[in-house]
């Protein structure tokens, strides 16, 4: 399921939910209002997650002469997610090759299993790929307070232009339109 189904049925919940007078379309319209702006949320997050890199987005950070206490967290949560996502998958793979769970229905029906079985596993896994962070970490030199270097070449390009005018264009004609201009 893409992001954008997930939206389209969170938002058919919300309308729904929003001309009927009952138990079910209250939860239908809450789970639809929420599910809307949280799907947003979540797609935003995946695609820079997905699209960026942990050291250009440290440098980018750097350069912001934003405090470290702030550029840590965020790089060490980029290079975390990425990690627990494989991990999981190769828990899953392990469980389908033992028979487990073959398919995500067994799963749904037995929640309690799933969580012995991906769970307790993954949150192990994940406390191995948090050391292994914290050492690659260190080995960087994050923690030092000499000024790092990156080899990431940071730069404004034609393409990044184009976005901020669109951007700038759009809040335009949103003042305008909120003035009666348009």
Do not use: C
Request: proline letters at 5%; charged letters at 10%; hydrophobic letters at 55%.
């Amino acid at each position: 399921m893409t992001f954008s189904t997930l939206a389209v049925s969170f938002q058919s919940s919300y309308l729904i939910g929003s001309h009927t007078n009952s138990l079910l379309s209250g939860f239908l319209l809450v789970l639809g209002e929420y599910g809307t702006r949280l799907s947003i949320v979540v797609a935003v997050s995946a695609w820079l997650i997905l699209s960026t890199q942990p050291a250009a987005l440290f440098a980018a950070l750097r350069r912001l002469h934003l405090p470290s206490s702030f550029i840590i967290p965020i790089t060490v949560m980029f290079r975390f997610f990425p990690a627990v996502i494989v991990e999981a998958r190769a828990i899953w793979d392990a469980m389908q090759i033992r028979g487990l769970f073959p398919t995500w229905w067994t799963a749904v029906k037995h929640p309690i299993l799933l969580m012995e079985y991906l769970i307790v596993p993954l949150l192990g896994s994940t406390l191995q790929i948090a050391d292994d962070i914290a050492v690659s970490a260190m080995t960087r030199g994050l923690g030092s307070p000499l000024t790092p270097t990156s080899v990431v070449k940071l730069g404004f390009s034609w393409r990044d232009g184009v976005v901020v005018g669109a951007i700038v264009g759009l809040i335009g004609v949103f003042i305008a339109a909120l003035l009666g201009v348009v």
